[in-house]
Each structure stands twice: as C-alpha cells, then as structure tokens.
C-alpha cells in the first residue's frame, strides 16, 4: 500500500494457495457460485460463498494490511458520485 509520493504504508507478502478451494472461487467467482450455489437456496448460498471467499482473501492476501486505514482518500472513476468515497 502507497500513499502518494511512493512511500509504503504498509506490506506483505501474499502466498495463495492453488489447491485452495477459495483460490478457485476467488479466480472466476461467476462461474464457481454457477456450479457450486445450491439451486434451491441460490442467492443465500451465494452469499455465503462470497462472504469465506472475502474472509479468505481479505487473510491470504492482504493479511494484516486490511486492519489499517489509508491515510489516502479512495474514489472509484467509473463509480456513480453517490457511491464515491472522498
């Protein structure tokens, strides 16, 4: 993580697991929850899945730099201005 000028904030070395399930999930999240989400239940298992794939991905690959705040603002371009952070 940067903050403007280059000066790191904060790092850490991400180390993913291939053969984690997550991993899979993580890297075409469509079609995981389109062959994995229980029918009968869709949009509830959806959830489910994409909450342990965020858990997942919010420890493996950004450990413990998701716990601090960013002293830099983030805005998103392509975002509608309501849904903008300043």
């Not at 991993?23 to 029918?39: C, K, M, T």
């Not at 869709?42 to 965020?54: K, N, S, T, Y």
């Not at 998701?66 to 975002?79: E, F, G, I, N, T």
């Amino acid at each position: 993580m940067l903050q403007a000028g280059d000066r790191v904030l904060a790092s850490h070395d991400a180390r993913l697991d291939e053969l984690d399930w997550q991993f899979g999930a993580f890297a075409d999240l469509p079609g995981y929850l389109r062959l994995h989400a229980v029918p009968d239940r869709r949009l509830e298992h959806e959830a489910e899945i994409i909450a342990h794939v965020g858990a997942w991905a919010g420890a493996a690959a950004f450990g413990q730099v998701r716990c601090q705040k960013s002293a830099v603002p983030v805005s998103w371009p392509d975002a509608p201005r309501s849904a903008r952070r300043t």
